[in-house]
């Protein structure tokens, strides 16, 4: 009878780490790139920075066209697979092989707890705390209507008190959805096939190792090849819509604070300066460069919280995080259903591009979590990256959005809130409309406007430290020239999504490469599986 397990000599390979790198010395700079990974993922990236510039008017048009096609024909294939990824990890807790540890039995965590979070918060969450944490909650419970709750103001402005505890209570519910299990589970899966493949069974730190057990020696051929120039696409996009985002709100908050213009040309300085700035932390290294940025930025985050907190409706706030709670629990099911529903602007317009947006990002923060996660076993490394990263967020965005909608509700007539979200959209200026409420206005927007910045340089750190990786074969130690170049390149990409078409160009580049990686990132799951297999004999 055959053996249902597979034996761990089915992961012996003869491939060595670099084994195909081009290594060298251009000038002063030396370089060490794995071919054709490096080649074609470098000119693909110079040829669609070049094309977008020569041609934005027909780039926007294309971009647009992506992102309507992918979020209204395939939210239902997005839902179905991240609600699958959900039911994967939990499914690992309870099973005896997720008493595996990540390196070997005798690894040890290199970071403490505090470390590790500090990372998982700045590279994973940072600049979508800031630019939905008050946006969203307040454009579900009036606008986007998630699972058809009407909205508690009316036309003229005016509230309508039967309405407002359920649109307030879906408005916080919907937003966690986006932030919680689902989300996370997406970085979980990517990370641990990434640490599993890595630290137990010795392939080189690449995507196309968690693929080993399916395509065997073949994934260190084109097969191979393909998958890690898509995981590289993947995170240019992702991190670029996530730059493009942090430059409007940096650019709203000057605006908001200090009167600078907010403009195009003006966020494209933004981008420079702060993948300058970035270029310097790439220079110092993962212990020099991003888990100092990471450490400022969680400290930076918590002082900023708590002011907000304190000096705000602190009830109100609270009551925020409590209520999204509760209602996140009994709605995440009808909220995670693809079908029989009429809510489109929410399902369509968010839902589906936020699943996308996920997975995009999945190969950069997944490949950032599995290099800072050795020495966790399975079980501890779900647990602790399904839940407390999605804690803090319900925490964060529970208190900014439970006292942005208590600042509507007291005053819709003057509410800046509202005007920036429901009046006339102008989602960079939602946070800076809650501040402008609250005491110290100025000096709250310039530690929002910093804090901003500072996580835009960690992720584009971070970002290029990941697709250095990839296009170095695996290695971790590559020249640093190149990680600079992957850097700037991101800054580039950034900049002329930008310009040609804005954030619907940002979101076309997200939905386009979050097709195909998460069909890789389902056979990812069966990869996973069958590897931990191994490791009960």
């Known amino acids: 009878m055959t053996d249902p397990i597979p034996a761990n000599d089915e992961f012996e390979t003869d491939f060595e780490v670099g084994q195909d790198n081009i290594d060298g010395q251009l000038g002063p700079f030396g370089f060490d790139i794995h071919n054709p990974v490096f080649v074609i993922s470098g000119l693909f990236a110079v040829a669609f920075v070049l094309i977008t510039l020569l041609f934005p008017d027909q780039a926007g048009a294309v971009f647009l066209a992506v992102r309507n096609f992918a979020t209204t024909q395939l939210d239902w294939f997005f839902m179905i697979i991240v609600n699958f990824f959900v039911i994967f990890c939990i499914a690992l807790i309870f099973l005896p092989m997720s008493n595996v540890r990540l390196g070997g039995a005798d690894a040890e965590p290199e970071y403490s707890y505090i470390e590790w979070f500090a990372m998982l918060f700045a590279a994973g969450m940072g600049i979508g705390l800031l630019f939905f944490g008050v946006l969203e909650p307040v454009y579900h419970m009036n606008v986007s209507g998630p699972l058809g709750t009407p909205s508690p103001i009316a036309a003229d402005g005016s509230i309508i008190a039967e309405n407002v505890e359920a649109a307030r209570r879906m408005g916080l519910a919907a937003t966690f959805y986006h932030w919680g299990l689902h989300g996370w589970a997406v970085y979980a899966i990517m990370a641990l096939a990434l640490a599993f493949f890595t630290y137990n069974k010795g392939l080189p730190f690449s995507i196309r190792s968690c693929f080993y057990p399916l395509l065997g020696d073949r994934v260190w051929g084109w097969w191979g090849h393909c998958i890690d120039i898509l995981a590289v696409f993947a995170t240019l996009f992702g991190l670029a819509t996530s730059l493009g985002l942090g430059a409007q709100q940096a650019n709203a908050g000057f605006n908001f604070a200090f009167g600078l213009g907010i403009s195009t040309n003006a966020q494209v300085i933004i981008i420079i300066l702060v993948t300058a700035v970035a270029l310097v932390s790439v220079y110092r290294g993962l212990d020099g460069g991003v888990k100092v940025l990471s450490e400022i930025n969680m400290v930076l985050a918590l002082l900023f919280f708590l002011f907000?907190?304190?000096?705000?409706?602190?009830?109100?706030?609270?009551?925020?995080?409590?209520?999204?709670?509760?209602?996140?629990a009994q709605d995440v099911v009808p909220l995670s259903n693809p079908f029989g529903r009429s809510d489109d602007a929410y399902r369509e317009g968010w839902t589906a591009f936020y699943w996308a947006w996920w997975v995009s990002w999945a190969p950069f923060v997944g490949m950032f979590i599995a290099r800072v996660s050795r020495g966790r076993t399975v079980r501890e490394f779900l647990i602790c990256v399904l839940i407390i990263p999605s804690m803090i967020i319900f925490i964060w965005m529970g208190v900014f959005g439970g006292i942005a909608i208590e600042q509507i509700l007291a005053s819709p007539e003057t509410s800046l809130v509202k005007a920036n979200v429901i009046d006339s959209y102008s989602p960079e200026l939602s946070l800076f409309g809650m501040l402008n409420e609250l005491p110290f206005t100025k000096i709250a927007s310039t530690i929002a406007i910093f804090l901003a910045l500072v996580f835009f340089v960690t992720s584009s750190d971070s970002g290029s430290l990941v697709v250095d990786t990839i296009t170095a074969g695996g290695k971790i130690d590559a020249p640093v020239p190149q990680r600079i170049f992957w850097c700037v390149v991101e800054g580039l990409i950034a900049i002329v999504l930008l310009i040609g078409g804005g954030l619907s160009a940002l979101q076309a580049g997200v939905t386009a490469t979050g097709v195909p990686f998460s069909i890789l990132m389902l056979a990812m799951c069966y990869t996973i599986f069958q590897g931990l297999r191994t490791e009960l004999r």
Do not use: H, K, M, Q
Not at 312 to 327: E, R, V
């Open 308 to 328: 907000v907190l304190l000096v705000g409706p602190t009830l109100a706030g609270l009551d925020g995080f409590w209520t999204g709670l509760i209602a996140y």
